[in-house]
């Protein structure tokens, strides 16, 4: 009787068991089925016309408001050359529209979804500064549309857009750039259609956002509405501010020019007569320049005013190309010199020449004649030239000594004086050129901003 009782019981509790859960079932087919009656109720034929534009604040006749709300997920590339950047989001509107109103079951039914955006009534909006786009249709179309109880109106789904972004590349790469998002009503003026930022955080952006060359440092919200011939059109604007990393073309141009133009001043530490060596060093630098200066340049749009890294390169080439002119000078004082040191060479062998034949002549003539010499010498002898010189020396009054010119002494030839110069001048002239450079740019990019 005991084990009959216990079996029993397990069979009762058993069939219970499967009575709840075809009751539950039966309830959630049921709830589904109230869906879809409420759906057909709200949006069946000859009862919602989605042509025909929601009404105003508390059912007036004036504009629908439409509240926008963003969340940037990427943002791809930034492009110099195209003056374009891509970034992908999640867009999403939200608006009241009493047509919609339905009646929540005691709360159970918290909002009704839909996937086809024909069904209700949709604002015309589009993006005015976009070149290409497209719908994430993998692998369910990535939007959906959530009408809640009181008739407000949920629209999101996820774009990507290619975005036209007019950039001013005169601090280039020193600069920051405004890249602006826009969106505005196409057909719908203001006195039908009104955008508005939603309140609290109109723009949210993803926390691990990461560009290569460029660093998000803030963006802004505003309102851009336009006035045209059909009328005013409401429109909404953000502008994200982003700063250019610098480290990367310190990298890539700057240390690298600055080691071509400290190669060209070897020349200067090279013999006067190497030449193939400092002809080969100059013309190799001077290639090494231009070929760098053409790469920068192709990387970046033709515009019509000078960039901070014109300026930059412009400098470094002349200084390169300074120092292969700076060896022409060089070459010709060195021949210069050697020529002056020829015609001093032969006139020192002809006044020799001329002394060795007039003593000879005195002797001859001293001998010959045993005649008393003169105590007063004749002017054209060349003892009494020689003393007439050394007086004038010595009644001359003794001049200041001057460094420049007593260091300068040390170097007979004008050749060496240009090499030794250049040494000390071109890496003086480059050193306050980066002061005046650094100076001037890194202030600009304060100022400006």
Known sequence: MIMGSGHCFWAIFYFACLCSASLANNANINFREREKKVLDQILGIGKYDARIRPSGINGTDGPAVVRINLF???IATISDIKMEYSVQLTFREQWLDERLKFNDV?????????TEANRVWMPDLFFSNEKEGHFHNIIMPNVYIRIFPFGSVLYS???????ACPMNLKLYPLD???????????????????????????????????????????FLTDYCNSKTNTGEYSCLKVDLLFKREFSYYLIQIYIPC????????VSFWLD??????????GVTTLLTMATQTSGINASLPPVSYTKAIDVWTGVCLTFVFGALLEFALVNYASRSDLHRENMKKKRRELEQA???AASDLLDTDSNATFAMKPLVRHPGDPLALEKLRQCEVHMQ???????????LSKFPTRSKRIDVISRITFPLVFALFNLVYWSTYLFREEEEN
């Not at 600055?258 to 001043?265: G, K, T």
């Not at 006067?272 to 080969?280: N, T």
């Not at 001049?399 to 260091?407: A, D, F, G, Q, T």
């Open 157 to 163: 789904i996820r774009i990507s857009l290619t975005l």
């Open 106 to 114: 005691g709360g159970r039914l918290k909002y009704l979804t839909l």
């Open 397 to 407: 009054p003794p001049k200041r000594p001057n460094c420049c010119r007593s260091w």
């Open 258 to 265: 600055c080691m071509l133009v400290i190669v060209s001043w």
């Open 354 to 356: 001329s002394l060795d």
């Open 272 to 281: 006067q007569g190497a030449v193939p060596a400092r002809v080969s060093l």
């Open 176 to 218: 920051r750039q405004v890249c602006s998002l826009r969106m505005a009503s196409y057909g719908w003026t203001t006195d039908d259609l009104v955008f508005l930022w939603k309140e609290g955080d109109p723009v949210q952006v993803v926390k691990n956002l990461h560009l290569p060359r460029f660093t998000l440092e803030k």
């Open 72 to 74: 940037v997920r990427s």
